[in-house]
């Protein structure tokens, strides 16, 4: 049998902006707490998610460039 997990990825479409604002205020509170378990959890996680969002961010803007230069069009696909 077969994990669902193999068929199911979360796509996020808008980037990782959320859920790198959601670790930072998981942060902030955790430093509140003086829970150095739950701090390093949570860099941990915002490590993660900001190199995810510089990804999308570079992806966006290297898609938005070739397109701008004709070298793909709106959807993401080569013109010839």
Do not use: P, W
Request: charged share 35%; net charge positive.
């Amino acid at each position: 049998m077969v994990k669902a997990s193999t068929f199911y990825k979360r796509n996020y479409t808008n980037g990782y902006e959320q859920k790198v604002n959601y670790y930072l205020e998981r942060l902030d509170q955790e430093f509140q707490n003086e829970d150095v378990d739950q701090i390093k959890f949570c860099k941990k996680k915002l490590d993660y998610f900001v190199g995810k969002q510089v990804e999308y961010l570079t992806k966006k803007q290297h898609d938005l460039f070739a397109e701008r230069i004709g070298v793909i069009d709106k959807n993401g696909f080569s013109v010839k």
